[in-house]
């Protein structure tokens, strides 16, 4: 069972270069979402998506953006890094409703210099 | 807005024994869910247990056990037995019942150490 797929595992960018991070689930989920995890600060909700076609901002969505052009897939850009974006970016997905738990990916880590 | 408070940066006690790790949250809603999530060395967000705020009984989950305290808008995370494989960062969540946003909203996180 594949469950939430991210791509790449490591990224080094410089700033003002751009790059996708991946996401892919294979449960049929509708919700998607992206976090990002910095030191002392826990997770940090960037952009969610409830159903393909229909995305919204999180909490920290400046500098991202986001598509969901199928249910599977759930990308997430950066159209000009910043070292401020040096972070450690889950994916997760779930079934509709608040009970249902999220289901992560191993995490991106991605380094801006 | 929702904010988890995790007071706990970090945490250290032997194997065997019991260990509770306190979370309060702040929130103007009545209808809610709880979530502990693990994160051990590897990375992986690995969830360990979750509460119905509608729901008076504490969850359980075999070694894991919450005591849920609405009124004090608190939800403390019990680990009974503890193992050296329970040695993670352990994060509390609030996620609301209601329309609109999907996401979660984490703590700060716990860093639990198992000492052998």
């Known amino acids: 069972n594949a469950g939430v797929t991210q791509t790449p595992k490591f990224q080094v960018l410089k700033t003002g270069q751009s790059m996708t991070l991946q996401c892919a689930q294979d449960?049929?989920?509708?919700?998607m979402s992206w976090y990002r995890q910095d030191p002392g600060m826990g997770l940090r909700l960037i952009h969610y998506s409830v159903g393909a076609g229909i995305t919204d901002q999180g909490e920290v969505p400046n500098g991202y953006n986001v598509s969901r052009s199928t249910t599977e897939d759930f990308p997430l850009r950066l159209l000009s890094a910043a070292p401020s974006q040096t972070s450690v970016y889950f994916c997760?997905?779930?079934?509709?409703?608040?009970?249902?738990?999220?289901?992560f990916g191993n995490g991106t880590r991605l380094t801006v210099t | 807005a929702q904010t988890v408070t995790q007071s706990q940066p970090e945490m250290s006690v032997q194997e065997a024994e019991t260990v509770t790790l306190s979370c309060t949250y702040d929130t103007s809603e009545n209808n809610y869910y709880l979530f502990w999530y693990k994160q051990p060395p590897s990375r992986q967000m690995i969830l360990v247990i979750r509460?119905?705020?509608?729901?008076?009984q504490n969850a359980t989950e075999n070694r894991f056990s919450v005591n849920f305290q609405k009124a004090a808008k608190s939800f403390s995370l019990k680990i009974s037995d503890s193992q050296l494989g329970d040695t993670a960062m352990y994060f509390c969540a609030f996620r609301y019942s209601g329309g609109g946003a999907d996401g979660l909203t984490f703590g700060k996180g716990t860093h639990l150490i198992i000492q052998p």
């Open positions: 509460q119905e705020a509608y729901k008076q």
């Open positions: 997760a997905s779930s079934r509709p409703g608040p009970h249902s738990p999220l289901h």
């Open positions: 449960m049929n989920h509708e919700y």
